[in-house]
């Protein structure tokens, strides 16, 4: 065999070589990209089945917060703080609560606890809550989060002056009541009941934390839709 002969057949064993490791290569990329799509396909299926579940319990979720406003005092404080502790997670936000947190129509897990410890200075007593989840869809965000949106409205019958914490983080009621042809600052109404309206929208970012969906942020754009009333008379003019 001539010289000639002895490198072309070493360049052809070389080339074989390499051919037979990029065809390994490929065939393991093709394997790992099938497998890929496999997974991202069987997650996206188990999401979807989870879907209801996600729906009720933000469902729920809103009832009770609504809820841990029943009473005065600090014993509303305790069952609030109660409830962030319970039912919220300190996992990273999704990129579009990260958006709303920076504008600041976010509430975290840290802000609440924050809002409601801060001193009560209210006397009013919140009588009765009434919560209704109107409307709600769910979508899938990062590796394991659901991105909520939520329609809803929450009647809160009460007395006197108050604070309440909810969807859009702390309001006080009488700077929300209002009533067309009633002056409702005047003093010899502060005994009456009287009844708040609101409707307004809220973004849940939640993620499964011990077999629970809980919330990571609630985010909103500020606007509501309210009404008050009497508990004694009929009406109440929407206001914003």
Known sequence: MTENQQRKGAKDRTMKIRWNRLNRGIILA????GGLTVYVA????????????????????????????????EAVRRNQRAFVQNNF????????????????????????LYMLNAPLDADGEIKSVKYEQISSSVAKSGVNG????IDYKVSYE?????????????????????VEGIDTEDETETDRVKILNVEASVDLYM??????WKIVSMSNDGMENVTGEYADEQGGEPVG
């Open 30 to 33: 093709v394997l790992l990209a």
């Open 42 to 73: 069987s997650q996206n299926i188990r999401f979807n089945h989870e879907i209801p579940e996600i729906q009720q319990r933000a469902e729920q979720l809103g009832k009770e917060l609504a809820e841990t406003n029943i009473g005065s005092g």
């Open 89 to 112: 997670t300190s996992a990273e936000s999704g990129s579009s609560s990260m958006m709303n947190e920076m504008m600041g129509m976010s509430v975290k897990k840290s802000g609440a």
């Open 146 to 149: 659901a991105n909520v949106s």
């Open 158 to 178: 009460y007395t006197g002056d108050t604070d309440i914490f909810g969807f859009n983080g702390m309001d006080r009621t009488d700077s929300m009541f209002w």
């Open 207 to 212: 993620v499964p934390d011990d077999g629970e």
